[in-house]
């Protein structure tokens, strides 16, 4: 079946940038996205990509796809304190429904 | 504003007492989701609904039931038959199509003792 794979943890002083990485399964996967949790919140998008694109820019944030290596990557530039959260990686295979994974924890620091 | 919401925050059971969540949209989505959350597990879909009077089992749909009576309404119902039932229950919604974003309301934290 399809799997989203993150790891769990990655800690940043403020003014870096991060890189949270996810690899997924699904070789059909259409859509990839990246959404944010805030302690006891519910989830944001960030952004997504097209599976036939290997790079999007919004502001701060960069989505780079390796669609051979089934790789995706967010990158976020002059990171802040208020960046601290879950970052979930999840794909769409033309259903309609997504697949998470277990989410990134990312903590800054001053 | 338009959003989904889900009442309330939080929620207190006794084990073998059934309990329903709520979740209310006004974005006027075809599409609604049930998801659990447990620390480290990320998310999990239960169940899901893309049109009025249909829905479908997701992952984990055993211990829970649906409804969809109307476009904006998609009540969760945590039965006694779930093993497990505390934990955090986010609802979403979208318009149905795929490269539609998945709305999320604030979820509800369930805890069963």
């Known amino acids: 079946g399809e799997d989203v794979e993150q790891s769990l943890f990655l800690s940043v002083r403020e003014g870096d940038s991060s890189v949270i990485n996810c690899t997924y399964t699904?070789?059909?996967?259409?859509?990839l996205y990246w959404y944010k949790q805030e302690p006891g919140a519910g989830l944001q998008l960030l952004t997504y990509i097209f599976s036939n694109m290997d790079m999007k820019q919004d502001q701060r944030l960069t989505v780079l796809l390796n669609k051979k290596d089934k790789h995706l990557s967010l990158r976020i530039a002059d990171t802040q304190t208020g960046d601290s959260a879950i970052y979930f990686c999840?794909?769409?295979?033309?259903?309609?429904?997504?697949?998470f994974g277990k989410g990134t924890m990312l903590l800054v620091s001053p | 504003d338009g959003g989904i919401t889900q009442s309330p925050k939080y929620l207190f059971r006794k084990e073998g007492q059934n309990v329903t969540l709520s979740c209310e949209q006004n974005l006027n989505h075809d599409a609604m989701y049930w998801y659990r959350q447990d620390p480290g597990q990320g998310l999990r879909l239960i169940y899901y609904s893309q049109i009025v009077n249909d829905f479908q089992k997701g992952d984990i749909a055993e211990g829970y039931s649906v409804s969809r009576e109307k476009k904006e309404s998609f009540p969760l119902t945590v039965t006694s038959a779930q093993k497990n039932p505390t934990a955090f229950y986010l609802c979403a919604s979208t318009r149905g199509r795929e490269s539609d974003e998945q709305y999320f309301g604030p979820g509800t934290r369930l805890t069963v003792t």
């Open positions: 999840a794909e769409s295979n033309g259903y309609s429904t997504l697949t």
């Open positions: 699904d070789s059909s996967s259409t859509y």
